[in-house]
T-cell receptor
Framework: EDQVTQSPEALRLQEGESSSLNCSYT??????LFWYRQDPGKGPEFLFTLYSAGEEKEKERLKATLTKKESFLHITAPKPEDSATYLC?????????????FGKGTKLTVNP | ETGVTQTPRHLVMGMTNKKSLKCEQH?????MYWYKQSAKKPLELMFV???????ENNSVPSRFSPECPNSSHLFLHLHTLQPEDSALYLCASSQVEGHGEETQYFGPGTRLLVL
């Protein structure tokens, strides 16, 4: 069964304190790995898609990386506005290409 | 704004009511989805429509009834719901071409409370 596990469940950082969020996955056929950001009471906002091991993508203070078993979302010098829940999802080739399997998310709080 | 709108944003209903959630996408996509998001649980895929045809129903109770009249509009009809159905209901859309990136873009959600 396809599975996505995110850790930690919650993370508190001071402004400027860099860290990483982890997403480990077990899937039968990875088509892509997605990172989303979700603010309270809102829908997930798309951040990145990664397709193959070794791939990296960056956007402002965020950098996503991918290996054969996990992905990391690195946050460099975070600001309070980076506080949100970060969701990881994998797109699998089994059961239809439209299917995304989500993790429970990591709730990030950045204190000023 | 992601190009996916949902109405209403908030809904309170009794267990005997009938209501409908509406989703509209302005992205020209050919696939639309309904997800349920409950506290402490991952997003759960409920229904998938690809080219207006339902391609997936993840064992969702019959008290939830989807409708997709065209590739831009998606409805979720609700009747005789239970309190445990209270959650954030999210609509998403994507362009399905059978290869490569199929990023799903989400609407803001409808917060549903069943009393």
């Amino acid at each position: 069964e396809d599975q996505v596990t995110q850790s930690p469940e919650a993370l508190r950082l001071q402004e400027g304190e860099s860290s990483s969020l982890n997403c480990s996955y077990t899937v039968s056929g990875l088509r892509g790995l997605f990172w989303y950001r979700q603010d309270p009471g809102k829908g997930p906002e798309f951040l990145f898609t990664l397709y193959s091991a070794g791939e990296e993508k960056e956007k402002e203070r965020l950098k996503a990386t991918l290996t054969k078993k996990e992905s990391f979302l690195h946050i460099t010098a975070p600001k309070p506005e980076d506080s949100a829940t970060y969701l990881c999802a994998v797109q699998t080739s089994q059961g239809g290409s439209e299917k995304l399997v989500f993790g429970k998310g990591t709730k990030l709080t950045v204190n000023p | 704004e992601t190009g996916v709108t949902q109405t209403p944003r908030h809904l309170v209903m009794g267990m005997t009511n009938k209501k409908s959630l509406k989703c509209e996408q302005h992205l020209g996509h050919n696939a639309m989805y309904w997800y349920k998001q409950s506290a402490k649980k991952p997003l759960e895929l409920m229904f998938v429509y690809n080219f207006k045809e339902q391609t997936e129903n993840n064992s969702v109770p019959s008290r939830f009834s989807p409708e997709c009249p065209n590739s831009s509009h998606l409805f979720l009809h609700l009747h005789t719901l239970q309190p445990e159905d209270s959650a954030l209901y999210l609509c998403a859309s994507s362009q399905v071409e059978g290869h490569g990136e199929e990023t799903q873009y989400f609407g803001p959600g409808t917060r549903l409370l069943v009393l």
